[in-house]
């Protein structure tokens, strides 16, 4: 999925769908990095794009709190 994409989806969910999805994301951060550790992870290219993902969340939440 493009990241304009995403993020007009983002876009359209309330707080709290964002909050879970933020969870979730952070979950998903920190399974990567374990299969990372143990050699088991095939795609790395994969972490960069969790963290941006997780960023792009932030950033939203941010923005609807502010307004």
């Known amino acids: 999925m493009k990241s ?3 993020l007009k989806e983002l876009q359209s969910k309330s707080v709290e769908e964002l ?3 933020l969870v979730s994301a952070k979950k998903e951060l920190f399974n990567l990095r374990f299969q990372n ?3 088991q992870l095939k795609n790395t290219a994969r972490i ?3 963290k941006k993902n997780i960023a792009r969340i932030q950033t939203v939440i941010s923005s609807r ?3």
């Open 4 to 6: 304009t994409e995403y």
């Open 19 to 21: 909050t879970e999805e």
């Open 37 to 39: 550790a143990t050699n």
């Open 48 to 50: 960069t794009e969790v």
């Open 65 to 67: 709190k502010d307004a």
